[in-house]
């Protein structure tokens, strides 16, 4: 099918191209070579007929008549010997001559070549011919550039459009088949469906094993949390420690589970007003006790403690909750997180600082990517901050890290603006 068609678009392209250069002649013929041919036999019959004789008596005599006619018809006229040496000094510039007349005079025989002024010669003629040419091949290939756009390009580039705009959660629409770009645009959209189908059951799978998991391990941290109060005996109180360090290692994977489930879902934000002064009561109370019985020291600092923002208050608080357990996780006893809130110009910037083994410069770039697991000194896996980023970004602010004796995780986050008044009472 392909074949053919690209079979047919030649033959059409060579069609196409012949005719133009069958116009070409025919008009270089009509427009240009016809009116010399009449002009030719006119001339040539009243030349030797009323003013070039056959025959003279002397050489000078017949110059004297072919000087006469070649001014009087504004010609170019030399004359040749019978050893074809050219007698007359009147120069022609790669031209073949029109009119040809053998003539006798009383000492020699001379051959009189008639040539047309530089307006009508045919070296001028085929010089037009070889410029048409030229004008219509440029024609040809302008036409070919503005049908492989049309017909190539555009189907390239809205393909590639459509693969983008995947990439963001846009699927692409199928096409009625025209060309082979159009068949190629729709297996992508079938792709894209195949796609979008297996990644709703990985999702289905992945949510059913968290659950089904999450409950027993709710009772084994649980039961755990109550024997550590018991009365056992050392060995006992160390099988119960190992028990609870798996199963929160394993609440750990679970939350991984949950960031990828999180990040598979549609988020639009739901903003309200805040004050950082609330952000920060709310950072203290869900975290500070936990930390210090770990003996992470946790302390939030602001200077603006009666700004308001216009956020996601869930969502804030989830940026938070990933940023905080991703320094904890490698932090040992004596360590410490700190957050700081303060004005950036129009934004407001959050700083959560710890004094962990920090991040391998080289990669540390490459942190909020999705499942980015490889690091020497410290691993960072799973989707938590690549979820902050993206929270962040919806908010309309940024996020950097950065190595200062330790990670530090920077973001920016707008300030709210108040809407002026449009009507005074």
């Known amino acids: 099918m392909k074949n053919r068609r690209l079979e047919k678009r030649f033959i059409f ?3 196409i191209g012949s005719i133009a250069n069958i ?19 006119t001339l040539k019959s009243e030349i030797f007929n009323n003013e070039i004789e056959e025959k003279y008596d002397s050489y000078e005599d017949m110059l004297i008549d072919i000087n ?37 005079t009383a000492d020699d025989t001379y051959l009189i070549k008639i040539y047309f002024d530089n307006h009508s010669n045919v070296s001028r003629a085929i010089l037009e011919l070889i410029t048409m040419q030229i004008i219509i091949v440029i024609i040809i290939l302008l036409i070919t550039f503005i049908y492989t756009r049309q017909i190539v390009l555009k ?31 729709n297996e992508f ?8 189908e297996e990644k709703a059951e990985q999702t289905r799978i992945i949510a059913s094993i968290s659950h089904d998991i999450k409950t027993p391990l709710t009772s084994i941290i649980g039961y755990s949390n109550l024997l550590k109060d018991q009365n056992l005996s050392k060995e006992s109180k160390k099988y119960n420690e190992k028990i609870n360090e798996k199963a929160i290692n394993i609440k750990d994977i679970l939350s991984t589970f949950d960031d990828y489930l999180l990040n598979q879902e549609k988020i639009e934000l739901k903003p309200t007003l805040v004050q950082v002064k609330d952000i920060v009561n ?3 109370n869900d975290y500070k006790i936990e930390l210090d019985n770990n003996n992470i020291a946790f302390m939030v600092t602001t200077s603006i403690p009666e700004e308001y923002l216009n956020v996601d208050v869930l969502k804030i608080k989830r940026i938070f909750s990933n940023m905080i357990s991703n320094s904890a996780r490698y932090l040992k006893d004596g360590g410490e997180i700190l957050i700081d809130i303060s004005p950036n110009k129009e934004y407001i910037k959050f700083t959560v600082k710890d004094n962990g083994p920090g991040v391998n410069e080289k990669i540390i770039d490459k942190i909020f990517d999705p499942l980015f697991t490889t690091d020497n000194s410290r691993k960072i896996s799973g989707l938590g901050l690549s979820i902050c980023k993206e929270f962040i970004e919806m908010h309309g602010g940024t996020l950097k890290a950065y190595n ?6 920077e973001f920016l986050i707008p300030k709210y603006k108040k809407e002026k008044n449009k009507t005074k009472k």
């Open 13 to 15: 392209a060579v069609i």
């Open 23 to 41: 116009i070409t002649l025919v008009l270089w013929l009509i427009f240009r070579i016809n009116p010399i041919i009449p002009k030719v036999e």
């Open 68 to 104: 006469m006619t070649a001014e009087k018809h504004d010609l170019i006229i030399n004359i040749e010997n019978t050893s074809g040496k050219t007698l007359t000094d009147n120069k022609i510039k790669m031209d073949v001559p029109l009119i040809t007349k053998m003539i006798e």
């Open 155 to 185: 189907p390239i580039n809205t393909l590639i459009d459509d693969i983008r705009n995947y990439k963001f959660g846009k699927k692409p629409k199928k096409r009625p088949l025209n060309t082979e770009f159009d068949l190629i645009a």
């Open 189 to 196: 959209a079938n792709l894209t469906d195949r796609l979008d």
């Open 282 to 284: 709310e950072l203290n």
């Open 404 to 409: 200062n004796h330790g990670l530090t995780l």
